[in-house]
C-alpha cells in the first residue's frame, strides 16, 4: 500500500525559481497549518479544523499547471488549497478564526473556505459530494466550448461513496474536462483503506469507467505536478477526464479533535512517514544540486514566518461578523 | 385564450426560458430521446440538441450534483426527477449543496438551480410512489418551494423558478398533468412567494395547494349548495416563501380555516400554516384551525384503501362544519 518513493528527479538548473516557488509554497502551508493548530488548541478557532500537515506536495505540485480560469473543488481539509489558489493567509486564517474578513465572512469557517474571484469553489464537508458538483463545472465547461479544466480534490475514503463512481461514469460518458485528485493519506479518520476497500490501488477504480489514470508520488512535489500537468493538457486538449491517486500521508490526526496515531496506526509507521516528508525532499534536493544555499532556505523560512504571523494577527485583530450578518445571504435577491 | 395542459404549459415554460437564456439547460431521466417519462419535455430535444437537453444514466446524486456545479459557475440548469421520491437519493445535494452554498460562502456563490418533477400520490403505485415531499425542503432555509395547481401557474411559476438566483424546489403532480386550463399566448410570469385566492367566499378560508387546490374548490361548490357556506380557497402556490399577509387577509374576513394539504399531518406544511396564524391572526380566529391530510401511514396499494388513505372533499366538508360550529 505504501507508495514507492520514486527515483530523485534530476533537478533542471533552468527551473531553479519554479522549485523555489513551489518550496516556499509548501513552506506557506506547513507554517501555516501548524500555527492553525496552534490556535485551535488556543481555544481560538472552533469547530472541526482538519490539518494538511504531510500532504503538502499534493496541492502544491498540481495546482501549480492550473490557470486562474480553471475551477477548483476541495473537500474539508482544504485550507493549503485555497491558500495555494491565491486567497492570501490572512483571510484564511481570519475564516478560521470566525472573523468578519475571513474568505467566507466568518460564516463557513475551516471546511468551508470560498474565494469565487480565485475561481475555489470550497470547502465542502459532505465527504464525496463535491465530486458530482466539480463534474457539474466540467459540464459548464464543455457547453461553452473553452479549454479550462474543473480540479476536484477529495480523500480516499470517498472512492467507496455513491456519488464518486456516479460522477465518474458521467465523466466519462459525457467526456468532462475534469482532473478527480485522489489524496489518499491512507486512512479515512481512523479506517485503513484496506479495511475500507475491497479494491484500494484507487487509480484501478478507473477502469470501470474507461477514464485516464494514473498512480504518483504524493510526497514528491515535482512528480505530482508532472502528472497534474499530463491530466490537464488531456482535459484542455481532448476533453477527457482523469483519476489522479496521489499517496501521501498525514501527520496529524483526522481533525484536531482526533489523536495523532493510537489504535489505527502506530507511531512507528508515522515516524517512517515523515522521513519521507516532502519540504526536506526538495529542500535536500535542491540543496545537493547546489541551488539553495543555506543562508537561502533560511531567508524562506522567515519569510513565511513573517508571513503567517502577519496572518495570525490579522485575524486575531479582525472583527466578528455584524449580527446583522446572521439572517444575510441565505437568499440572492 | 388557448387552453392547454398543465404538462405542456410546463413544457412551454421551458421552452422560452432556454430560447430566452443560453444557459439554461435541462437534465434528467429520460427527458431527451424518450421525450421525458411524463412528455413534459417533449421536442426539447430537437430543439436545442443533447448538450442542453441531457439524458442521465440513473444517478440522482450525481446529476443533481453536476447541476449544482453547472449552476456554481454560471450556469442555469432545471434538474428533472423522475418522481420526487427518487430524488431522495438526491437530497444531500438540495440539502447539503444546493441549499447552503450562497450562505457558507459568505454571498459568493449563488445557486440558481431548478429541481422538479411529479410529487405525491398517483394512482395505486403504493408506498415508495406516493409521497408528498413539500414539508421536508419547505424547512430548509436556502431552498425556496413551489406546488403549482393549474396551467397557468405552473407556466409562471416554472418561469420565475428558472429565472430566480437561487435553488428552487418545483413539485408538480402525475395527476396533474392532464389538467387543461387557460394559458395566455403572451409572456407572463407568476412571482414565487405570492398566493393565490382561487374562489371567493366570506364564512371560511380553505388553504391549499397542488392536488388538494382541486379538492378544496369541490368541496366549496357542495359546501355552497348543501350547506349555505361560501369558502373561500386559497392557493398557496409557493410553500417557501409562505405568502402569510395573503391568509390573514382572508382569515380577517371568515374568522375560520382549514388547511387541506396531500402529505402526512407530522410537521406538515399545515402545522406551520396553523402556528403562523395563530400568532398573526389570533383575533381573527373564531373556532381552532383544522387540518385536513394523507393518513398518516404509508401509502397502501389497494384502491379502496388509497382512497381513504387520501384527502377527499368530504373530509373538508366535515371540517369546515367542525369550525363553523355545526357538527
Given amino acids: 500500500m505504501t507508495a514507492a518513493p520514486e527515483q530523485d528527479q534530476t533537478l533542471d538548473p533552468g527551473q531553479r525559481d519554479e522549485y523555489l516557488a513551489l518550496l516556499r509554497r509548501m513552506i506557506l502551508v506547513r507554517r501555516f497549518e501548524e500555527r492553525a493548530g496552534e490556535a485551535y488548541a488556543q481555544g481560538r478557532i472552533g469547530g472541526f479544523c482538519h490539518l494538511y500537515i504531510g500532504q503538502e506536495a499534493v496541492a502544491t505540485g498540481s495546482l501549480a499547471v492550473l490557470r486562474a480560469d480553471d475551477y477548483v473543488f476541495a473537500a474539508y481539509r482544504e485550507h493549503a488549497h485555497a491558500l495555494l489558489r491565491g486567497t492570501s493567509a490572512r483571510a484564511v486564517m481570519a475564516e478560521l478564526f470566525g472573523k468578519a474578513t475571513g474568505c467566507s465572512r466568518g460564516k463557513g469557517g475551516s471546511m468551508h473556505l470560498f474565494d469565487a474571484a480565485n475561481h475555489f469553489l470550497g470547502g465542502h464537508g459532505i465527504v464525496g459530494s463535491h465530486i458530482p458538483i466539480a463534474a457539474g463545472a466540467g459540464f459548464a465547461i464543455k457547453s461553452r466550448g473553452t479549454d479550462q479544466v474543473a480540479v476536484c480534490y477529495f480523500g480516499e475514503a470517498a472512492v467507496n461513496i455513491g456519488a464518486f463512481h456516479e460522477t465518474l461514469n458521467m465523466a466519462a460518458l459525457w467526456e468532462l474536462p475534469t482532473v478527480f485528485v485522489c489524496e489518499n493519506n491512507r486512512y479515512g479518520m481512523g479506517t485503513a483503506l484496506e479495511r475500507a476497500a475491497a479494491v484500494y490501488d484507487v487509480s484501478r477504480r478507473a477502469c470501470s469507467y474507461d477514464m485516464a489514470s494514473e498512480t504518483v508520488d504524493g510526497m514528491n512535489v515535482l512528480a505530482v505536478r508532472d502528472v497534474m500537468a499530463r491530466a490537464v493538457q488531456r482535459g484542455r486538449d481532448e476533453k477527457l477526464p482523469t483519476l489522479i491517486e496521489a499517496r501521501t500521508y498525514r501527520y496529524m490526526g483526522h481533525s484536531m479533535a482526533d489523536p495523532i496515531h493510537g489504535h489505527y496506526r502506530t507511531k512507528i509507521e508515522l515516524e517512517e512517514q515523515k522521513a519521507l516528508d516532502p519540504i526536506a525532499h526538495l529542500q535536500h534536493a535542491m540543496t545537493a544540486a547546489g541551488m539553495l544555499a543555506e543562508a537561502d532556505a533560511a531567508a524562506l523560512h522567515a519569510d513565511v514566518e513573517v508571513e503567517v504571523e502577519d496572518a495570525v494577527r490579522f485575524a486575531e485583530e479582525s472583527p466578528d461578523p455584524d449580527p446583522a450578518e446572521l439572517y444575510a445571504d441565505v437568499y440572492r435577491s | ?327
Avoid at chain 2, 26 to 34: A, N, S
Fill in chain 2, 1 to 327: 385564450m388557448p387552453v392547454i395542459t398543465y404538462r405542456d404549459a410546463l413544457n412551454q415554460a421551458m421552452r422560452e426560458e432556454m430560447q430566452r437564456d443560453p444557459t439554461v439547460f435541462l437534465m434528467g431521466e429520460e427527458v431527451g430521446v424518450y421525450q421525458g417519462a411524463y412528455k413534459v419535455s417533449r421536442g426539447l430535444l430537437e430543439e436545442f440538441g443533447p448538450q442542453r437537453v441531457v439524458d442521465t444514466p440513473i444517478a440522482e446524486l450525481g446529476f443533481a450534483g453536476v447541476g449544482v456545479g453547472a449552476a456554481m459557475v454560471g450556469m442555469r440548469p432545471v434538474i428533472e426527477f423522475m418522481t420526487w421520491n427518487f430524488a431522495l437519493l438526491a437530497i444531500d445535494q438540495v440539502v447539503n449543496s444546493a441549499a447552503k452554498m450562497f450562505y457558507m460562502s459568505g454571498g459568493q456563490v449563488p445557486v440558481p438551480i431548478v429541481f422538479r418533477g411529479p410529487g405525491g400520490a398517483a394512482l395505486q403505485l403504493a408506498a415508495q410512489h406516493s409521497q408528498a415531499f413539500e414539508s421536508w425542503y419547505a424547512h430548509i432555509p436556502g431552498l425556496k418551494v413551489v406546488a403549482p395547481a393549474t396551467p397557468y401557474d405552473a407556466k409562471g411559476l416554472l418561469k420565475s423558478a428558472i429565472r430566480d438566483d437561487n435553488p428552487v424546489v418545483f413539485l408538480e403532480g402525475e395527476m396533474l398533468y392532464n389538467m387543461k386550463g387557460e394559458v395566455p399566448e403572451e409572456e407572463y410570469i407568476v412571482p414565487l412567494g405570492a398566493a393565490d385566492v382561487k374562489r371567493p367566499g366570506q364564512d371560511v378560508t380553505l388553504v391549499c395547494h397542488s392536488k388538494t387546490v382541486t379538492v378544496a374548490l369541490k368541496a366549496a361548490e357542495r359546501l355552497a349548495t348543501e350547506h349555505g357556506l361560501e369558502a373561500e380557497v386559497v392557493d398557496l402556490r409557493t410553500l417557501r416563501p409562505l405568502d402569510i399577509p395573503t391568509l390573514r387577509e382572508s382569515l380577517h374576513r371568515t374568522n375560520r380555516c382549514v388547511v387541506v394539504e396531500e402529505g402526512w399531518p407530522f410537521c406538515g406544511i399545515g402545522a406551520q400554516v396553523v402556528d403562523d396564524l395563530q400568532r398573526e391572526a389570533f383575533d381573527d380566529l373564531d373556532a381552532p384551525i383544522l387540518r385536513v391530510t394523507q393518513a398518516d401511514v404509508p401509502m397502501p396499494y389497494n384502491k379502496h384503501l388509497e382512497r381513504a388513505a387520501k384527502p377527499t372533499p368530504d373530509q373538508v366538508i366535515a371540517a369546515v362544519r367542525r369550525v363553523a360550529y355545526l357538527d
